[in-house]
Protein backbone atom coordinates (compact mmCIF):
# COMPACT_ATOMS: atom_id res chain seq x y z
CA UNK A 1 0.00 0.00 0.00
CA UNK A 2 1.51 3.94 -0.86
CA UNK A 3 2.62 5.46 1.71
CA UNK A 4 3.45 8.82 2.53
CA UNK A 5 6.17 9.30 0.13
CA UNK A 6 4.71 7.46 -2.03
CA UNK A 7 1.52 9.63 -2.38
CA UNK A 8 3.83 12.95 -2.28
CA UNK A 9 5.65 11.54 -5.35
CA UNK A 10 2.27 10.98 -7.26
CA UNK A 11 1.35 14.80 -5.70
CA UNK A 12 4.41 16.18 -7.01
CA UNK A 13 4.46 14.51 -10.03
CA UNK A 14 0.78 15.61 -10.70
CA UNK A 15 1.17 19.26 -9.84
CA UNK A 16 2.73 20.79 -12.90
CA UNK A 17 0.02 18.64 -15.36
CA UNK A 18 -3.03 19.46 -14.11
CA UNK A 19 -3.32 22.38 -11.61
CA UNK A 20 -5.30 25.00 -13.48
CA UNK A 21 -6.81 22.99 -16.02
CA UNK A 22 -10.43 22.11 -16.13
CA UNK A 23 -12.33 18.97 -16.39
CA UNK A 24 -14.35 19.04 -19.33
CA UNK A 25 -16.43 15.40 -17.91
CA UNK A 26 -15.51 12.69 -16.39
CA UNK A 27 -16.56 8.30 -17.48
CA UNK A 28 -16.71 5.90 -14.89
CA UNK A 29 -16.09 2.29 -15.75
CA UNK A 30 -18.38 -0.16 -15.95
CA UNK A 31 -17.09 -1.91 -13.15
CA UNK A 32 -18.15 1.39 -10.58
CA UNK A 33 -21.16 1.24 -12.07
CA UNK A 34 -22.10 -2.48 -11.47
CA UNK A 35 -20.60 -2.23 -7.96
CA UNK A 36 -22.94 0.19 -6.99
CA UNK A 37 -26.41 -1.38 -8.74
CA UNK A 38 -24.82 -4.27 -6.32
CA UNK A 39 -24.76 -1.79 -3.36
CA UNK A 40 -20.80 -2.51 -3.44
CA UNK A 41 -19.56 1.16 -4.05
CA UNK A 42 -16.28 0.30 -5.51
CA UNK A 43 -13.91 3.27 -5.91
CA UNK A 44 -16.74 6.20 -6.21
CA UNK A 45 -17.79 6.31 -2.56
CA UNK A 46 -20.92 8.28 -1.63
CA UNK A 47 -22.12 9.40 -4.88
CA UNK A 48 -24.02 7.30 -7.48
CA UNK A 49 -21.94 7.07 -10.30
CA UNK A 50 -23.90 9.80 -12.65
CA UNK A 51 -23.94 11.96 -10.23
CA UNK A 52 -20.76 12.14 -9.56
CA UNK A 53 -19.81 12.48 -13.16
CA UNK A 54 -22.03 15.36 -13.71
CA UNK A 55 -20.76 16.73 -10.41
CA UNK A 56 -17.60 17.21 -11.71
CA UNK A 57 -17.77 18.64 -15.05
CA UNK A 58 -16.95 21.73 -15.75
CA UNK A 59 -14.32 21.61 -12.48
CA UNK A 60 -11.39 23.55 -12.22
CA UNK A 61 -8.48 21.89 -10.35
CA UNK A 62 -7.56 24.94 -8.84
CA UNK A 63 -4.47 23.00 -5.92
CA UNK A 64 -3.13 19.59 -4.88
CA UNK A 65 -2.40 18.67 -1.88
CA UNK A 66 -1.31 15.65 0.08
CA UNK A 67 -2.64 14.84 3.64
CA UNK A 68 -1.11 11.87 5.64
CA UNK A 69 -1.92 8.59 2.58
CA UNK A 70 -4.81 10.88 1.06
CA UNK A 71 -4.71 13.07 -1.83
CA UNK A 72 -6.78 16.45 -1.83
CA UNK A 73 -7.56 17.95 -5.46
CA UNK A 74 -9.05 21.16 -4.46
CA UNK A 75 -11.62 22.14 -7.11
CA UNK A 76 -13.71 25.00 -7.93
CA UNK A 77 -16.87 25.80 -10.18
CA UNK A 78 -18.46 29.34 -10.18
CA UNK A 79 -16.77 30.86 -7.58
CA UNK A 80 -17.12 27.91 -5.29
CA UNK A 81 -14.58 25.45 -4.03
CA UNK A 82 -14.71 21.69 -3.52
CA UNK A 83 -12.18 18.54 -2.64
CA UNK A 84 -12.35 15.18 -4.57
CA UNK A 85 -10.43 13.61 -1.89
CA UNK A 86 -8.29 10.29 -3.25
CA UNK A 87 -7.20 7.26 -1.50
CA UNK A 88 -4.62 4.75 -3.49
CA UNK A 89 -5.82 2.02 -1.64
CA UNK A 90 -3.27 -0.87 -2.47
CA UNK A 91 -2.92 -0.64 -6.42
CA UNK A 92 -4.35 2.46 -7.42
CA UNK A 93 -2.31 4.59 -10.01
CA UNK A 94 -2.51 8.00 -11.50
CA UNK A 95 -1.92 8.19 -15.51
CA UNK A 96 -1.78 11.74 -17.90
CA UNK A 97 -2.28 10.69 -21.16
CA UNK A 98 -3.03 11.86 -24.55
CA UNK A 99 -4.36 8.64 -25.27
CA UNK A 100 -5.08 5.13 -23.39
CA UNK A 101 -2.57 3.50 -24.91
CA UNK A 102 0.46 5.62 -24.17
CA UNK A 103 -0.56 3.80 -20.85
CA UNK A 104 2.70 0.96 -21.59
CA UNK A 105 1.67 -1.36 -18.66
CA UNK A 106 -1.47 -3.84 -19.52
CA UNK A 107 -2.48 -4.54 -16.13
CA UNK A 108 -3.19 -0.76 -15.50
CA UNK A 109 -5.17 -0.45 -19.28
CA UNK A 110 -7.08 -2.92 -18.10
CA UNK A 111 -7.98 -1.78 -14.47
CA UNK A 112 -9.39 2.05 -16.05
CA UNK A 113 -11.82 3.47 -13.31
CA UNK A 114 -12.33 7.10 -13.72
CA UNK A 115 -11.20 8.99 -17.10
CA UNK A 116 -11.24 12.80 -16.22
CA UNK A 117 -11.28 14.50 -19.80
CA UNK A 118 -9.58 17.87 -19.69
CA UNK A 119 -10.50 20.89 -21.61
CA UNK A 120 -6.45 20.68 -22.67
CA UNK A 121 -7.69 17.33 -24.47
CA UNK A 122 -5.71 15.77 -21.89
CA UNK A 123 -6.88 12.65 -20.38
CA UNK A 124 -6.22 12.58 -16.53
CA UNK A 125 -6.76 8.73 -15.56
CA UNK A 126 -7.36 6.94 -12.68
CA UNK A 127 -6.45 3.08 -12.25
CA UNK A 128 -7.32 0.63 -9.81
CA UNK A 129 -6.22 -2.91 -10.00
CA UNK A 130 -7.69 -4.40 -6.65
CA UNK A 131 -10.16 -1.15 -6.69
CA UNK A 132 -9.45 -0.67 -2.70
CA UNK A 133 -8.39 2.71 -3.35
CA UNK A 134 -11.67 5.34 -3.47
CA UNK A 135 -12.60 9.10 -4.87
CA UNK A 136 -14.72 10.79 -2.56
CA UNK A 137 -16.18 14.51 -3.45
CA UNK A 138 -16.75 16.44 -0.68
CA UNK A 139 -17.71 19.97 -0.06
CA UNK A 140 -15.08 19.91 2.96
CA UNK A 141 -13.21 18.37 5.12
CA UNK A 142 -15.90 17.92 7.98
CA UNK A 143 -17.88 16.23 5.38
CA UNK A 144 -15.90 12.72 6.27
CA UNK A 145 -15.19 12.27 9.68
CA UNK A 146 -12.41 9.83 9.08
CA UNK A 147 -9.90 12.87 7.98
CA UNK A 148 -10.93 15.06 10.99
CA UNK A 149 -9.11 11.75 13.01
CA UNK A 150 -5.80 12.31 10.93
CA UNK A 151 -2.84 12.97 12.98
CA UNK A 152 -0.81 15.56 12.05
CA UNK A 153 1.78 15.81 9.37
CA UNK A 154 4.81 14.46 10.98
CA UNK A 155 7.11 17.24 9.35
CA UNK A 156 4.89 20.07 11.62
CA UNK A 157 6.30 21.38 14.91
CA UNK A 158 3.73 19.63 17.34
CA UNK A 159 3.61 16.03 15.11
CA UNK A 160 5.96 14.59 18.23
CA UNK A 161 3.95 16.06 20.89
CA UNK A 162 1.10 14.76 19.66
CA UNK A 163 2.51 11.19 19.20
CA UNK A 164 4.20 11.18 23.04
CA UNK A 165 0.15 12.13 24.12
CA UNK A 166 -1.56 9.62 22.19
CA UNK A 167 0.78 6.34 22.92
CA UNK A 168 0.30 7.53 26.19
CA UNK A 169 -3.55 7.03 26.47
CA UNK A 170 -4.88 3.91 27.81
CA UNK A 171 -6.16 2.40 24.19
CA UNK A 172 -2.43 2.62 22.93
CA UNK A 173 -0.25 2.18 25.99
CA UNK A 174 -0.76 -1.76 25.84
CA UNK A 175 -0.46 -2.32 21.63
CA UNK A 176 2.48 -3.58 20.07
CA UNK A 177 4.77 -0.32 19.29
CA UNK A 178 4.65 -0.90 15.48
CA UNK A 179 0.79 -1.09 15.28
CA UNK A 180 0.45 2.57 17.20
CA UNK A 181 2.79 3.95 15.42
CA UNK A 182 1.25 2.76 11.56
CA UNK A 183 -2.48 4.39 13.13
CA UNK A 184 -2.84 7.25 11.58
CA UNK A 185 -4.61 8.82 14.20
CA UNK A 186 -1.15 8.44 16.38
CA UNK A 187 1.22 9.59 13.44
CA UNK A 188 0.16 10.60 9.60
CA UNK A 189 1.31 8.54 6.72
CA UNK A 190 3.52 5.76 8.63
CA UNK A 191 2.36 2.07 7.28
CA UNK A 192 4.66 -1.22 7.12
CA UNK A 193 7.75 -0.81 4.63
CA UNK A 194 8.48 2.44 7.17
CA UNK A 195 7.45 1.37 10.45
CA UNK A 196 9.31 -1.43 9.58
CA UNK A 197 12.36 0.13 8.78
CA UNK A 198 12.09 2.32 11.31
CA UNK A 199 11.84 -0.03 14.58
CA UNK A 200 14.82 -1.69 12.70
CA UNK A 201 17.15 1.18 12.96
CA UNK A 202 16.15 1.83 16.41
CA UNK A 203 16.86 -1.86 17.09
CA UNK A 204 12.98 -1.92 18.67
CA UNK A 205 11.30 -5.66 18.49
CA UNK A 206 7.46 -4.38 16.42
CA UNK A 207 5.46 -6.56 19.13
CA UNK A 208 7.32 -4.62 22.14
CA UNK A 209 4.61 -2.85 24.59
CA UNK A 210 4.30 0.79 23.54
CA UNK A 211 4.42 1.48 27.38
CA UNK A 212 7.96 -0.65 27.74
CA UNK A 213 9.18 2.29 25.27
CA UNK A 214 10.85 5.07 27.02
CA UNK A 215 10.32 8.92 26.36
CA UNK A 216 13.05 8.94 25.51
CA UNK A 217 13.38 6.49 23.54
CA UNK A 218 9.89 7.43 21.79
CA UNK A 219 11.51 10.51 20.88
CA UNK A 220 14.19 8.93 19.61
CA UNK A 221 11.80 7.10 17.02
CA UNK A 222 9.78 9.40 15.98
CA UNK A 223 12.98 11.44 14.54
CA UNK A 224 13.89 8.00 12.69
CA UNK A 225 10.52 8.01 11.32
CA UNK A 226 10.70 11.83 10.29
CA UNK A 227 14.23 10.68 8.30
CA UNK A 228 13.07 7.74 6.62
CA UNK A 229 10.09 9.47 5.54
CA UNK A 230 12.38 12.28 4.19
CA UNK A 231 14.30 9.70 2.51
CA UNK A 232 12.18 7.94 0.85
CA UNK A 233 9.90 11.61 -0.65
CA UNK A 234 14.11 12.09 -1.92
CA UNK A 235 14.44 9.00 -3.69
CA UNK A 236 10.99 9.10 -5.22
CA UNK A 237 9.48 6.11 -3.12
CA UNK A 238 9.03 2.83 -2.89
CA UNK A 239 8.34 1.18 -6.25
CA UNK A 240 7.12 -2.66 -4.48
CA UNK A 241 4.43 -4.98 -5.92
CA UNK A 242 2.08 -2.68 -8.22
CA UNK A 243 2.79 0.63 -6.86
CA UNK A 244 3.62 3.25 -9.38
CA UNK A 245 3.88 7.09 -9.35
CA UNK A 246 1.91 9.17 -12.46
CA UNK A 247 2.64 7.10 -15.71
CA UNK A 248 4.20 4.04 -14.42
CA UNK A 249 7.25 5.68 -13.21
CA UNK A 250 9.53 3.78 -9.86
CA UNK A 251 10.91 5.09 -7.32
CA UNK A 252 14.30 3.59 -5.88
CA UNK A 253 13.60 3.71 -2.07
CA UNK A 254 13.04 -0.25 -2.10
CA UNK A 255 17.13 -0.44 -3.01
CA UNK A 256 17.52 1.04 0.20
CA UNK A 257 15.21 -0.88 2.66
CA UNK A 258 17.62 -2.54 5.70
CA UNK A 259 14.57 -4.99 7.07
CA UNK A 260 11.61 -4.86 4.91
CA UNK A 261 11.23 -8.45 3.24
CA UNK A 262 14.52 -9.08 3.99
CA UNK A 263 15.86 -12.82 4.77
CA UNK A 264 18.44 -12.18 6.25
CA UNK A 265 19.95 -9.08 8.94
CA UNK A 266 22.01 -6.78 7.03
CA UNK A 267 23.58 -6.25 10.42
CA UNK A 268 24.34 -9.22 11.96
CA UNK A 269 23.48 -12.29 9.26
CA UNK A 270 20.91 -13.31 11.13
CA UNK A 271 18.41 -15.21 9.72
CA UNK A 272 14.80 -12.50 9.79
CA UNK A 273 11.54 -13.81 11.29
CA UNK A 274 8.24 -12.78 11.14
CA UNK A 275 4.82 -12.07 12.46
CA UNK A 276 1.25 -10.32 12.05
CA UNK A 277 0.68 -6.99 13.32
CA UNK A 278 -2.08 -5.12 12.98
CA UNK A 279 -2.70 -7.37 10.23
CA UNK A 280 0.54 -7.12 8.42
CA UNK A 281 3.60 -9.11 8.07
CA UNK A 282 5.97 -7.64 10.56
CA UNK A 283 9.83 -8.89 9.16
CA UNK A 284 12.28 -8.25 12.14
CA UNK A 285 15.63 -9.35 13.47
CA UNK A 286 15.17 -11.46 16.07
CA UNK A 287 18.95 -10.48 17.57
CA UNK A 288 19.16 -6.75 16.93
CA UNK A 289 15.20 -5.91 18.02
CA UNK A 290 14.67 -6.88 21.28
Not at 125 to 145: K, Q
Not at 216 to 240: M, N, P, Y
Request: charge should be negative.
Amino acid sequence: MPELPEVEGVVRDLRPIVEGKTIEYVTLSETVYMSHEAGKQAIVKNAAPPHFEQMLQNMTIARLERRSKYIFFHVTKDGESFILVNHLGMTGAWFVVNDILEIIEEKFRKHIHAIFTLTSGELLVYSDIRRFGELRFINEIADHAPLLKMAPEPFDEQACDFFLAQSEKPRFAKKAIKEVIMDGQVISGCGNIYATESLFKMSIHPAKPTSEVSRERKIELFQVICDVLQESIDSGGSTISDYRSINGGAGTMQHRLKMYGKKQCKTCETTTESMVIAGRTSTFCPQCQK
